[in-house]
């Protein structure tokens, strides 16, 4: 996923249900320089600062345990092993991401 302007502390990752569905929320901050030109006055601005969802349906069961996420330079990269019969499952973990 690309967030630019997103760092970890405003990245949240959820894998819930049958550890079918990803969910993604992230919150995008404008750079320090430019939030002190935003105090004087600007005749146009071309970027945008939303906050970001998304909720990603899988065609198979993940692994929850083995899952590696990481952070560079505005872009997400998940790691996401399939769930194999006999492991240990959960309905719902949060996502720990590296830089």
């Known amino acids: 996923a690309q967030l630019p302007g997103v760092v970890i502390k405003d990245l949240d990752i959820y894998i819930e249900g049958q550890n079918d569905i990803v969910k993604i929320k992230a919150q995008s901050r ?5 939030k002190a030109e935003k105090e004087g006055r600007f005749v146009l601005s071309e970027c945008k600062w939303p ?4 909720e990603i349906n899988l065609n198979e069961e993940i692994n929850v345990f083995g899952i590696d996420a990481k ?3 505005g872009v997400l990269v998940l790691r996401l092993p399939i769930f194999k019969p006999g492991q240990s499952r959960t309905i719902k973990r949060k996502i720990e ?3």
Not at 30 to 34: I, Q, Y
Not at 51 to 54: D, E, I, N, T
């Open 30 to 34: 404008r750079p320090e320089s430019e």
């Open 97 to 99: 991401v590296k830089q």
């Open 71 to 73: 952070l560079n330079d």
């Open 51 to 54: 906050p970001y969802y998304r």
